[in-house]
């Protein structure tokens, strides 16, 4: 394909898309000011591309109260799948909802987990498979939480769809779903093959999810390339981003227990052992003032920092400044762009997140707990051995411990661990993307990590051993998992673009690839 007949046909895409994005939309009210940017007249287009009917938009995909998390909402969750696979399947894609069983609750209770959708369209054996994951529940949310509007009514303000779902994740698998819907709408040959894993249990740990990859890795994975996740967000409220890598996390429990209940601390304190006292001298040796990790050991298996991969730190637009009044403290650690960077995404750190068993109501009681367990976890980076940081904390811990001449019992245990993820930016995925943006947004991403854990990358990765790519349209300021949760109206629709010309770009790569491949083996 030609440069002037790519430009021709990005260009086409562009205009139907702009012309559609109400379609896309939506939205239940649009509040202070005209937020209405549509463009061209619909009617041009049923003549060039019949009636296409787009269902299933934005506005309605939020209406439905798909928080995984609570049990009593289990059943809209399932309605969310259902609609999710109806609209697959009015794309021409074949759905196959698999069913993953059930799990119970630690109150006894059992809960059918929803389906897993694994969607299908395009079996073009001349053309690259890119496989889409997704997910439609959401996390809890109420209007008195904090909520400026319904959480569940997408409302429009100031350019900004509000609403829980809207960045994580409804709005992106849309936006996905809405690209692809565009090529068939213009009776444009498809540029790709497509695959769709679409769950509804992220936000409760994707149960089932790693099994199913397992089962079905030499079945619907076979023939799949690619694959594309976009479930996060640009480091920039303005400029796009290319995620390739994220952080594990090592989650430890400390607990110290003393006897079987707990004493007034008149009658009998200042004669005991005091577990409380001994858990905050645990929790106090694990990380010094500066934020360095006092276990030893901890820092010997981090990757070493490349040349190139330092010099991507050097273009990435980061406001420090901003991003001190988004999180509301008053200083970092670090005074540099490239120190915060290096510290949130490269290496490790740790965090103590609470003491149960304590006291924590409002007022004063007086009591020596008689068990407490503290919390915390490690963020780990690359190279770092999730069995070897495990043994380091509990060597650590029982070390420390063992000087205070303490008879209270310890015990050290790591219930969850997940690994780090990390994808190659130079890989054919990554540039693809990388000139996708460039068309769509007039301007190179950059390419960051995530000092979060994203589980189902490395799953993916680890499970299918194909390309795994990060490519997200939400903005820093969109709030996921928070109070007004939104994606801006400019991201929702460009995010639909940059889908779009990404099919194109991968295929001509693609393409690219065989051939010189071809050759080389005639050669």
């Not at 059943?75 to 074949?94: C, H, I, P, Q, Y």
Request: glycine share 8%; net charge negative; with cysteine.
């Amino acid at each position: 394909m030609s440069s002037s007949s790519s430009s021709a046909l990005e260009m086409e895409i562009f205009q139907y898309i702009d012309a559609h994005q109400s379609d896309f939309i939506k939205v239940g009210a649009i509040l202070q000011g005209n937020n209405e940017h549509r463009a061209g007249a619909p009617e041009a287009w049923t003549s060039l591309a019949g009636e296409v009917p787009v269902t299933k938009d934005l506005k309605e995909w939020v209406a439905v109260e798909s928080d995984s998390v609570q049990p009593h909402l289990r059943k809209e969750v399932m309605r969310m799948m259902a609609l999710a696979a109806d609209r697959l399947s009015t794309l021409g894609a074949t759905v196959n909802l698999v069913n993953l069983g059930s799990h119970q609750l630690p109150d006894g209770q059992v809960l059918p987990l929803p389906p897993v959708i694994l969607g299908e369209l395009g079996k073009d054996p001349q053309n690259p498979t890119v496989c889409f994951y997704g997910h439609v529940d959401v996390q809890p949310a109420k209007k008195e939480d904090g909520w400026v509007t319904d959480p569940y009514t997408l409302t429009e303000i100031d350019g900004n769809l509000y609403g829980r779902g809207a960045t994580d994740n409804k709005g992106p698998v849309l936006a996905w779903i809405n690209a692809v819907e565009t090529f068939r709408a213009l009776k444009l040959a498809m540029p790709v093959n497509f695959k769709f894993v679409i769950e509804g249990m992220e936000e409760a740990g994707s149960l089932g999810l790693e099994k199913l990859l397992e089962e079905e890795n030499q079945s619907f994975f076979s023939d799949v390339d690619y694959i594309v996740i976009s479930d996060n967000l640009w480091l920039s409220n303005k400029k796009p981003a290319l995620t390739y890598g994220s952080r594990g996390n090592a989650c430890f429990f400390v607990e110290v227990e003393c006897g079987s209940k707990d004493l007034h601390s008149g009658t009998f304190g200042g004669i005991i052992h005091e577990p409380l006292l001994d858990l905050i001298a645990l929790l106090d040796s694990l990380v010094d003032s500066t934020g360095r990790i006092q276990i030893p050991g901890i820092y010997d298996d981090i990757a070493a920092l490349t040349e190139e991969e330092r010099k991507l730190y050097e273009s990435i637009e980061f406001d420090l400044e901003e991003h001190r009044k988004n999180c509301g403290v008053k200083k970092f650690l670090y005074g540099t762009k490239e120190e915060i960077l290096l510290h949130l995404w490269r290496y490790p750190s740790l965090s103590i997140h609470g003491i149960e068993g304590a006291f924590h109501e409002p007022g004063i009681k007086t009591v020596i707990p008689a068990k407490v367990i503290g919390k915390f976890s490690i963020r780990q980076v690359p190279n770092m051995d999730l069995s070897v940081v495990k043994k380091q904390v509990v060597e650590h811990l029982e070390g420390v411990f063992s000087k205070r001449n303490s008879p209270n019992k310890l015990k050290v245990s790591m219930p969850l661990g997940a690994k780090p993820w990390l994808a190659d930016v130079n890989d054919p995925l990554y540039q693809a993307a990388r000139r996708a943006i460039k068309t769509v947004f007039g301007e190179d991403p950059d390419f960051i990590r995530d000092g979060s854990t994203i589980p189902v990358a490395r799953m993916f990765q680890t499970v299918t051993q194909k390309s795994v790519m990060m490519l997200p349209i939400g903005a820093a300021d969109d709030g996921e998992h928070s109070q007004n949760e939104k994606i801006s109206r400019h991201n929702y629709i460009e995010g639909t673009k940059l889908f779009a010309v990404f099919f194109l770009e991968i295929s001509k790569l693609h393409q690219n690839l065989y051939e010189t491949s071809h050759t080389e083996t005639i050669n």
